[in-house]
């Protein structure tokens, strides 16, 4: 493709990375402009969580490219560089060292950040979300810590299973009354309480803080835990500031339709950051999990370059916690009732765990059972199509999931 146009992407994660690899995969033969706020190359979180905490991941193996790889292919990456105005109408963006670089098309990745809590010492908290976090906490807890966690989410689980590993004594806060209860339900969350209860890690449920001040952790009822270091897990929040300067529409991230465009036809934002029209699953979804920035990037980069493609990817996560690993695909919508159906053995942590709604598929979750991912997935498209399953033969491992589409 022969061009003399300049796309720029702003943020250098997982999702931006993958995009200018697919611009150039394309045929894109213009200037692509990679600005990062990080000194780091783009790279991939869930090592932060899951390898590099418990040291079984090589330092190097979370970027998503090799160093050369963005000049070898006539990338400019910039990190260390954070972008402070967006101009849509003169299709300028400038930069904090005082670059101006004028566009024919922009991505928006900027991702999101991690929430913090208007408490006392909570500035000074542990919170993971960056490479130099997941260092950062490598290196505070060790043989022997005592690790307070606040929130038992996925992060906050993954990050109280490799300290377990690496010798801490763990003590997690969680304002609900199970790990996860919002996202599983009370069923699937006590597995995951059993789980890491059989670890050694003391939940405390119903918790409110109300200061992380020296080395000390005070709860609402007066109760004091002691704790060496305090991370801090609730979440994070789009990080939206820009698109919002720029007058784009945002609610929930920044708005976008199934082709990842803006209500600037010249601006599309992808990864955690964009708040989908999903095409499959008729609601606007804004998903924060490796998937989708790996599925995203590339699609947006495409969208950019005029092709009619769309984001329909359903979302999808994983987590490695001790011996138990599970993925998880689908959607549930907030404030619905789902069904859950069980294939398996619950007890032994081996199973498929389906949410139904009016007998049609709406997510399931895989715990130590593979190569099912595909299949798990077939359902749900089948489900979102209007088919039901009777339940009974979707509890039945005798029965093979591809029987049921």
Same mark, same amino acid.
Request: charged residues 20%; aromatic residues 6%.
């Given at each position: ?73 006539? /990338? ?23 670059? *101006?670089?004028?566009?024919?098309? =922009?991505? =928006? ?27 950062? /906490?490598? *290196? ?18 993954? /990050? ?127 998903? *924060? ?77 895989n715990v130590n059972i593979w190569d099912v ?25 005798d029965v093979p999931l591809e029987d049921l589409?």
């Open positions: 493709m022969q061009t003399e146009s300049t796309f720029v992407i702003v943020g250098a994660g997982l999702a931006g990375a993958k995009a200018a690899e697919t611009l150039r995969a394309e045929g894109f033969d213009g200037r692509v402009v990679l600005l990062g706020a990080g000194q780091e190359r783009p790279y991939e979180r869930p090592p932060l969580s899951k390898g590099l905490l418990l040291g079984t991941a090589e330092p190097g193996s979370p970027y998503v490219h090799d160093a050369g790889w963005y000049a070898q292919n006539d /990338i400019d990456l910039r990190t260390g560089t954070t972008v402070t105005h967006l101009d849509p109408a003169a299709h300028l963006v400038r930069t904090a060292p005082g670059a *101006e670089i004028r566009y024919h098309k =922009l991505l =928006l990745a900027t991702g999101a950040a991690p929430r913090s809590l208007p408490i006392p010492g909570a500035d000074n908290a542990l919170t993971l979300r960056t490479l130099a976090d997941s260092n950062r /906490i490598a *290196e505070t807890v060790q043989d022997g810590t005592r690790l307070v966690i606040v929130g038992a989410g996925w992060i906050g689980l993954e /990050i109280a299973a490799a300290a377990r590993e690496r010798g801490a004594s763990v003590t997690v806060l969680e304002t609900a009354t199970l790990p996860l209860q919002r996202v599983l339900g009370s069923r699937l969350a006590q597995v995951f309480a059993d789980l890491h209860r059989a670890h050694g890690i003391e939940f405390r449920f119903g918790a409110q803080i109300e200061d992380l001040r020296d080395n000390r952790v005070v709860l609402a009822d007066g109760t004091t835990l002691d704790a060496d270091a305090v991370l801090i897990a609730v979440g994070v929040r789009p990080n939206t500031g820009l698109a919002e300067q720029a007058g784009l529409a945002v609610g929930d991230g920044v708005l976008v339709d199934r082709h990842l465009r803006t209500s600037d036809a010249d601006i599309f934002a992808a990864g955690d950051v964009a708040a989908v029209d999903h095409p499959l699953l008729h609601a606007r979804v804004r998903v *924060e999990h490796w998937a989708n920035a790996l599925n995203a990037g590339p699609v947006a980069a495409r969208a950019m370059l005029g092709q009619d493609v769309q984001s329909d990817a359903l979302p999808y996560f994983f987590t490695d916690q001790y011996d138990l690993g599970m993925e998880y695909a689908g959607w549930v919508p907030p404030g619905v009732d789902a069904e859950v159906v069980i294939r398996g053995d619950l007890g032994g942590r081996e199973f498929i765990a389906f949410w139904t709604i009016d007998g049609r598929v709406a997510a399931g979750m991912t595909d299949a798990v997935q077939d359902l749900i498209r089948a489900g979102l199509a209007g088919a039901r399953i009777n339940p009974a033969r979707l509890a039945d491992p589409t």
